[in-house]
């Protein structure tokens, strides 16, 4: 059984700042890569960011490089992301998920509003 639940999100100014968060419930979180994800209204899902097991290795999508920051405590289960400088663009859905299934992002929080007025 696999729970994942975010929060922080919110309504933000452009160039300020929000730290997302998301709680895991399930076994053995540190032997998992996570990973944020974004839905825009009428957008496909996008990758946010990804972060391995121990928190030693990171992605970011090319928007979001420099201004967001994807990391773990495997001790509280849970993954954050900090995102700075935020802009009117960032406002989606967003979305935490675990790769339990080596191939896949197979598990999935409701996700939380962050809208960035300009």
């Known amino acids: 059984q696999v729970q994942l639940e975010e929060s922080g999100g919110g309504l933000v100014q452009a160039g300020g700042s929000l730290r997302l968060s998301c709680a895991a419930s399930?076994?053995?979180?540190?032997?998992?890569?996570m990973a944020w994800f974004r839905q825009a209204p009428g957008k496909e899902r996008e990758l946010v960011a990804t972060?391995?097991?121990?928190?030693?290795?990171?992605y970011y999508v090319d928007s979001v490089k420099g201004r967001f920051t994807i990391s773990r405590d495997n001790a509280k289960n849970t993954v954050y992301l900090q995102m700075n400088s935020l802009k009117p663009e960032d406002t989606a859905v967003y979305y935490c998920?675990?790769?339990?299934?080596?191939?896949?992002?197979?598990?999935w929080g409701q996700g939380t509003q962050v809208t960035v007025s300009s």
């Open positions: 399930m076994r053995a979180f540190s032997m998992y890569p």
């Open positions: 998920a675990v790769r339990v299934n080596p191939s896949k992002y197979d598990y």
């Open positions: 972060i391995d097991r121990s928190g030693g290795s990171t």
